[in-house]
């Protein structure tokens, strides 16, 4: 049976660990000294984003029309800086007129939505609610 | 850039695998064992959903 360990609690660190998470993808579990699971985390939302944005996908604006613009706001919102920098990345900006575009859309929505899980997760360490492995303790 | 619908659910199904097995596993074994799985869920699934679909497109 793996051995679990806690860290120390610190609330303070936990909400700036989150919040260095939402805005670059993987930062908050760098100052957790996460190490591999920031890498990987990054990794998985700079690609989804990234990708979605050359793909023309539409990125969602917060003075949203109706109840699915501003869900597809609050998923956008998650990536962060990709959010803030998608008009410097794409800048011929959205095509959804094809279904290239509206994938697009969809990747960019995943990217988000799969930081703001990595977000909650760097909460939970900080906060010492999340038990976890030895190969994932630092300096093991 | 150009890919097409499979590359493009290829790497959907590659950075949500690898993320999802972080979140969910300790162990790098497990995590590599998960990971492979449910990359390989997420093709199969999706291939078979097209192939289900197929009929009706005609």
Known sequence: MAQTQKIAINPALALVAAAAGWLVPGLGHALLRRWAKAIVYFCAVAILALVGLWMRGNVFSSNAADAFDMLGFLADIGNGIFYFLAGTINPAGADVSKAYGDYGTRLFATAGVLNLLCVLEVLQIGLGSKEEGPAAVPGS | ?58
């Open chain 2, 1 to 58: 850039m150009i890919l097409n619908h499979f590359q493009t659910m290829v790497i959907f199904a590659l950075a949500v695998s690898a993320a999802f097995a972080f979140l969910s596993k300790n162990e790098m074994n497990e995590r590599i064992r998960y990971a492979v799985w449910a990359f390989l869920a997420f093709l199969v699934v999706a291939l078979g959903l097209g192939w289900l679909m197929y009929p009706f497109s005609h």
